[in-house]
């Protein structure tokens, strides 16, 4: 069984720090795709970063680039986001999903919540002004 489990959340102030982990069990990632996801109250769920299978491509969303860093550790089967300068605005449940599905190559497409087959539970992200 496909299991994705997130941590490493938690409340922080702006400008404050915070790295999430995406640990899979039941599944080995080093020929996956990995992305995060997250997703406010009330809004839909939008990509944040997506690594290929041995990190050399590598894409993040406009709101985020040059503050988040996605990373991954096959030898661990975990993937990482490391989340810099933290604005309110990024508060969200935060989600890993894995096994990018067949379709565009553009960043779009990969930050697509449609495209990927497994999902984590989430961990929440608080940011305070």
């Known amino acids: 069984q496909v299991q994705l489990m997130e941590s490493g959340g938690g409340s922080v102030q702006a400008g404050g720090s915070l790295r999430l982990s995406c640990a899979a069990s039941?599944?080995?990632?080093?020929?996956?795709?990995m992305a995060w996801f997250r997703q406010a109250q009330g809004k839909e769920r939008e990509g944040v970063a997506v690594i290929s299978t041995g990190g050399g491509i590598i894409a993040y969303a406009d709101s985020v680039k040059g503050r988040f860093i996605i990373s991954r550790d096959n030898r661990k089967n975990t993937v990482y986001l490391q989340m810099n300068s933290l604005k309110p605005e990024d508060t969200a449940m935060y989600y890993c999903?894995?096994?990018?599905?067949?379709?565009?190559?553009?960043?779009?497409?990969?930050?697509?919540?449609?495209?990927?087959?497994?999902w984590g539970q989430g961990t929440q992200v608080t940011v305070s002004s």
């Open positions: 999903a894995a096994d990018l599905l067949p379709g565009s190559m553009a960043v779009a497409g990969l930050l697509n919540p449609g495209r990927y087959n497994y």
């Open positions: 039941g599944y080995t990632i080093s020929s996956r795709w």
